[in-house]
């Protein structure tokens, strides 16, 4: 919704404060209620015009995986250049109870991005946000697929964490 508040998805989008005062409250029930909205064509369903495969489920394990407050603090920030930071997120946020991890992955020859470093700077060191890259590379024909190499980075670039498998990252 915030990003919707600068896109403008063809309607009228509420005040970036008012959304913000209503994420610092909201219970699960209500993240429910409005992700259901959000995504049915009564409520415009252009979110998922944009946001393909979003489900009601994945609103809800966010919610309950970071906690009111924490996605408070992620909302906080973003609402100052919403556009801005949609560019640079992270490809993928998975959770799994209370742990939550955003990966960025890097093909060969993909270099990390201005706007992603600006993610990195803004959100994961402040929040103390579990971040990754992920280095992916390609397979040769009948070649094992092997476990992908995760990298934890510093805001410098520095590698923090190396895991040779997913789990232990």
Do not use: C
């Amino acid at each position: 919704s915030l990003y919707a508040s600068v896109a403008n998805f063809g309607h009228d989008s509420p005040d970036p404060r008012w959304l913000l005062e209503n994420v610092k409250q909201a219970t699960r029930k209500q993240v429910s209620r409005n992700a259901q909205y959000l995504l049915s064509r009564e409520g415009g369903g252009a979110i998922t015009d944009y946001f393909p495969g979003l489900e009601l489920w994945m609103f809800l394990g966010l919610f309950d995986s970071l906690g009111r407050e924490k996605l408070y603090q992620i909302a906080s920030i973003f609402a100052e250049d919403p556009y801005a930071y949609r560019k640079g997120w992270p490809d993928v946020t998975m959770w799994n109870g209370k742990a939550v991890r955003f990966l960025e992955a890097k093909a060969p020859g993909d270099a990390t991005r201005k706007s992603q470093w600006i993610i990195i700077r803004r959100f994961v060191k402040p929040l103390s946000l579990d971040f990754a890259l992920v280095d992916v590379q390609p397979l040769s024909v009948g070649e094992p697929y092997p476990a992908p190499e995760v990298i934890h980075v510093g805001l410098q670039g520095q590698v923090l964490e190396r895991a040779d498998e997913i789990g232990r990252a």
